[in-house]
């Protein structure tokens, strides 16, 4: 999974990025887009590993973009964001983040601190960004069905469709309500929407409200979260076995990277299944709702070509039982079939013959 950390500048960002990912990032150097690929903390492979001692030991990983302020209050700026959309448009989670703390030091953006009102100028622009690429398709497609053509039936199916996004962004509304079925997706998926995609708004707020519950920004967000990115980049600079104390003294459970990686991996509607045995244990992430056959072919092709059987057995039985011999004197190791719907945290063995 792809995230995009976008925003105004001087929200902190690029301090978060830093934060999640363990890169510096340079306020100084000449804005451009940084990348980073992480690994997802999960202690279900802790448990396992302990089990097995195993050769390897695979994380799940997500990729975040820290893509440079949109500083839409300078005449260049909504043409320097243009040039970052393809970017943006990879991703799979938009996260926003807006600034909510005062700092003398740091210059505000349009002279105020409000991030309802920041957000909403981003979320205005991915808008427009959308309706720009629409209206463009839009008009391509009514002069080509003006003249016959081997595409005609087809043009004129995306052309009703695009017809109703269109209104639909006009109106301020976003594609992900629009588009209602798995046909109409597809349809557009080359367009890679933003209002299509989940979003996430992450206020950045100062060191004395660190531990306060988020509040909803937007009604377009899938998931609210509250962070201090200046605290959190100390707390990822400390050496791991300090970092708990620390937090602890500051009143919080989580960090904010593992808050982060948790709302991008639920907005993304995405789950994790687990395997396990001497060679390696590992986390594999699949879409919420995939079946076992699905599963399978995350691991290997042949895996799905030759699907016999999921043998199963749900994290929280592995450990209330010990270990997988416990597990199946309980009577809780399963064997699925394809059509098994894969829940978070499940231990898979594919059994298949190809």
């Given at each position: 999974m792809r995230v995009a950390l976008i925003g105004l500048p001087k929200s902190g960002k690029s301090t978060l990025f830093s934060a999640a990912t363990g890169v510096a990032v340079d306020p100084f150097a000449a804005p451009q887009i940084h990348r980073n690929v992480v690994k997802v903390p999960d202690e279900r492979l802790d448990y396992l590993a302990k089990l097995f001692s195993?050769?390897?030991?695979?994380?799940?990983?997500?990729e975040f973009l820290?893509?440079?302020?949109?500083?839409?209050?300078?005449?260049?700026?909504?043409?320097?964001?243009?040039?970052v959309l393809p970017d943006i448009r990879m991703a799979d989670v938009l996260a926003v983040v807006v600034r909510d703390f005062e700092n003398a030091s740091t210059p505000k953006y349009k002279d105020r601190i409000d991030p309802r009102a920041d957000l909403g100028e981003v979320w205005d622009e991915l808008l427009f960004a959308d309706l720009e690429a629409v209206t463009t398709r839009v008009e391509r497609l009514q002069k080509s069905l003006q003249k016959p053509s081997?595409?005609?039936?087809?043009?004129?199916?995306?052309?009703?469709?695009?017809?109703?996004?269109?209104?639909?962004?006009?109106?301020?509304?976003?594609?992900?309500?629009?588009l209602d079925n798995v046909d109409e997706r597809r349809m557009v998926a080359s367009f890679a929407f933003l209002t299509e995609k989940p979003l996430i708004a992450v206020r950045n707020v100062s060191e004395s409200r660190i531990a306060e519950a988020p509040s909803p920004l937007s009604p377009h967000a899938r998931d609210n979260l509250s962070v201090c990115a200046s605290v959190e980049a100390d707390i990822?600079?400390?050496?791991?076995?300090?970092?708990?104390?620390?937090?602890?003294?500051?009143?919080?459970n989580t960090s904010a990277r593992d808050q982060l990686i948790r709302a991008c991996y639920a907005a993304g509607g995405l789950i994790s299944f687990l395997t396990m045995g001497p060679d390696e244990v590992r986390a594999w992430t699949i879409a919420k709702g995939a079946n076992a056959v699905e599963a399978a072919g995350r691991i290997h092709t042949d895996l799905a070509r030759g699907f016999i059987r999921a043998e199963t057995v749900a994290f929280a039985d592995l450990v209330a039982h010990t270990d997988m011999k416990g597990a199946k004197a309980a009577g809780k190791v399963r064997q699925e079939g394809k059509t098994y719907i894969v829940q978070d945290g499940d231990i898979l063995n594919i059994k298949f013959n190809v």
């Amino acid at each position: 999974m792809r995230v995009a950390l976008i925003g105004l500048p001087k929200s902190g960002k690029s301090t978060l990025f830093s934060a999640a990912t363990g890169v510096a990032v340079d306020p100084f150097a000449a804005p451009q887009i940084h990348r980073n690929v992480v690994k997802v903390p999960d202690e279900r492979l802790d448990y396992l590993a302990k089990l097995f001692s195993p050769k390897k030991y695979t994380e799940a990983t997500i990729e975040f973009l820290d893509v440079p302020g949109i500083s839409l209050g300078d005449p260049g700026g909504p043409a320097e964001f243009r040039k970052v959309l393809p970017d943006i448009r990879m991703a799979d989670v938009l996260a926003v983040v807006v600034r909510d703390f005062e700092n003398a030091s740091t210059p505000k953006y349009k002279d105020r601190i409000d991030p309802r009102a920041d957000l909403g100028e981003v979320w205005d622009e991915l808008l427009f960004a959308d309706l720009e690429a629409v209206t463009t398709r839009v008009e391509r497609l009514q002069k080509s069905l003006q003249k016959p053509s081997k595409t005609h039936d087809p043009d004129k199916h995306e052309l009703a469709l695009l017809t109703r996004c269109k209104d639909a962004l006009e109106s301020e509304k976003p594609l992900s309500a629009v588009l209602d079925n798995v046909d109409e997706r597809r349809m557009v998926a080359s367009f890679a929407f933003l209002t299509e995609k989940p979003l996430i708004a992450v206020r950045n707020v100062s060191e004395s409200r660190i531990a306060e519950a988020p509040s909803p920004l937007s009604p377009h967000a899938r998931d609210n979260l509250s962070v201090c990115a200046s605290v959190e980049a100390d707390i990822a600079a400390l050496p791991p076995d300090d970092r708990k104390p620390f937090m602890a003294d500051l009143g919080l459970n989580t960090s904010a990277r593992d808050q982060l990686i948790r709302a991008c991996y639920a907005a993304g509607g995405l789950i994790s299944f687990l395997t396990m045995g001497p060679d390696e244990v590992r986390a594999w992430t699949i879409a919420k709702g995939a079946n076992a056959v699905e599963a399978a072919g995350r691991i290997h092709t042949d895996l799905a070509r030759g699907f016999i059987r999921a043998e199963t057995v749900a994290f929280a039985d592995l450990v209330a039982h010990t270990d997988m011999k416990g597990a199946k004197a309980a009577g809780k190791v399963r064997q699925e079939g394809k059509t098994y719907i894969v829940q978070d945290g499940d231990i898979l063995n594919i059994k298949f013959n190809v």
